[in-house]
């Protein structure tokens, strides 16, 4: 077997692991996000937590597992490459508490300044959403803490290939919330959205500990050593800091969206429902595209590192033509199906039928950034994989206006129109020129990259997820979704619609012999990736 072929079935391999562990995880955070609607609905106090929960989270995003985690890993593969095995864990140990003592730091600020957070991140808020949310920030605030130092193990043994075990550590984060939103459980919190909290700080700090073990085993000791001047330390800060602002480009579109969908003209349960929208698109992307994302960092860093940018681009290219086999379809399903989806999936407690219209509204258009908020997670790391955090960040600081105009429009002259489903809007459509830029700076940078066929196989793809619409959207008009009354009816016919598309989708791509199919057909069957398609990464 050559050695690109070995490289596509590794990361078809590694990413099947991931998303197997990663369905577990968003099943059990689907159950998470129930039972918030459930117990507190779209409700103001719903907004609260949500508000207060997307502080500490963004941190999470921007600070650990994204600037810090493509930051490390290129220099960590360097050191793995160059170093002895003495002088690499002596750096890892280094940046680990250092960069532990930097989150303290960030913690303690957090809890302090907790009002001026709130305030910031709903600058044209209701008063009320606001007191309530600074309450919850500063039970959850120390969350950064811990899920920081497990995103730096997560990065650690994903140099290593180990894949498996931080993949999983989200459950344990889902399975502390469920717990907490127990009546056995909150009745003894001032409130259930209280409890919820106190469930995602036991949730993060069991994320790092489990990992511990497996960093024990490959060679670290956690000897205790800050060190800000540390030359390895001093690499990983100057990737991390313009990192801060490229890897997380969506993560402050978030926020951006968080801070319009505050806004007073707003109804109750905006912020919520732009979260549930949000949670759903993310079981898309958790599937699959992260996973993909997770896995070809640290091979395409080891590739840039060995100065094979041609291994690098195919790596890359195969990755997106594999991720949009996934998203479009799913963009196209949940644009259909979106009511369908919110009422099966929440409808339950104080979640009532206006809260799933504000849900599908914003659902709607998140759906349809689907496959450039996947092909953002491809597209980033590639640059990083070179140690170039510089471009990203450019590209970022535009796309944000871009996101921050649109919001502005789509609030003051066309509110009437989208509502709440606005800032979803902007972010998609944001997401979309943050791909294309940055696709166009990479291709000019680095020469051909097999562009003409990524499109060819964008397009039979397409086509066949456009067959499988037309079939969704016969499928909810004959069943007369919206006249079932009762749970279980409207379950079984809501399978039955998501079945039978998905067989549509496959039997058209196997028609159209789209390589995609073949080749996650072949690793899933353990087939040689060689013989698995036509252009592959040596296309």
């Known amino acids: 077997m050559t050695e690109i072929a070995i490289h596509k079935r590794q990361i078809l391999k590694s990413a099947s692991v991931i998303s197997i562990i990663t369905v577990v995880s968003r099943i059990l955070g689907y159950v998470r996000d129930q039972r918030l609607t459930l117990l507190l609905g779209t ?11 997307r502080i500490p989270n963004i941190l999470r995003r921007l600070v650990g597992e994204g600037s810090m985690t493509a930051s490390f890993i290129p220099v960590f593969t360097d050191y793995m490459r160059n170093r002895t095995r003495e002088e ?20 303690v600020l957090g809890v302090i300044f907790s009002p ?34 497990a995103a730096m193990a997560m990065a650690i043994l994903n140099c290593f290939h180990i894949f498996g075990m931080p993949a999983a550590t989200p459950i344990l984060l889902n399975i502390s919330f469920i717990v907490f939103s127990t009546a056995a459980v909150w009745r003894h919190f001032s409130s259930p959205a209280a409890a919820l909290a106190v469930g995602v700080l036991i949730g993060g700090i069991f994320q790092f500990f489990l990992q511990v073990p497996q960093l024990v085993h490959r060679g670290m000791d956690f ?14 800060a100057r990737l991390m800091v313009p990192g801060f602002v490229g890897i997380g480009v969506a993560q402050i579109n978030l926020l951006v969206d968080t801070i319009f969908a505050n806004a007073k003209v707003m109804p109750d349960g905006s912020l919520v429902s732009l979260y549930v929208a949000d949670r759903v698109t993310e079981l898309v992307l958790g599937g699959y595209a992260i996973a993909i994302a ?28 594999i991720v949009s086999f996934i998203t479009i379809p799913a963009m196209v399903g949940l644009v259909i199906l979106r009511e369908p989806i919110v009422q099966v999936l929440f409808q339950h407690g104080l979640f009532v039928a206006e809260s799933t219209r504000l849900t599908a509204r914003a659902l709607l258009y998140y759906s349809i950034g689907l496959p450039a908020f996947a092909a953002v997670k491809l597209i980033v790391p590639a640059f990083y994989s070179t140690q170039d955090t510089r471009t990203p960040v450019r590209v970022a600081v535009f796309t944000l206006l871009v996101n921050i105009l649109l919001n502005v429009i789509f609030l003051f002259y066309f509110f009437a129109k989208f509502k709440n489903g606005g800032p979803a809007l902007a972010s998609a459509l944001a997401g979309y020129f943050n791909v294309a830029v940055l696709f166009v700076i990479f291709r000019l940078r680095f020469g051909r990259m097999g562009t003409r066929d990524v499109l060819l196989s964008i397009g039979k793809i397409a086509l066949c997820a456009a067959i499988m619409g037309v079939v969704c959207w016969s499928a909810l008009q004959y ?14 016919v809501f399978a039955g619609m998501i079945i039978s598309a998905t067989l549509t989708y496959l ?12 080749e996650v057909y072949g690793i899933a069957f353990h087939r040689e990736a060689a013989q698995a398609g036509k252009t592959g990464l040596t296309g």
């Not at 409700?43 to 929960?53: M, N, P, Q, R």
């Open 507 to 518: 039997g058209l791509a196997w028609l159209l012999r789209c390589d995609e199919l073949s």
């Open 479 to 492: 069943s007369r979704f919206d006249m079932i009354q009762y749970f279980l009816p409207r379950l079984a």
């Open 116 to 149: 001026l957070a709130v305030r910031l991140f709903s600058m044209f808020g209701k008063h009320q959403v606001q007191v309530e949310a600074v309450y919850l920030n500063r039970l959850m605030f120390p969350y950064i803490l811990f899920i920081g130092m």
């Open 294 to 321: 997770t896995t070809i960092l640290p091979m395409m860093s080891h590739q840039a590192s060995a100065g094979d940018h041609e291994g690098m681009k195919k790596t890359f290219t195969f990755a997106l033509r």
């Open 43 to 53: 409700t103001g106090i719903a907004d609260s937590f949500v508000l207060a929960y």
């Open 223 to 236: 000897q205790f050593g800050v060190s800000f001047t540390d030359p390895g330390v001093r690499r990983v």
């Open 88 to 107: 690499t864990w002596t750096f890892a140990n280094r940046l680990f508490w250092t960069f532990s003592v930097v989150l303290a730091g960030l913690t």
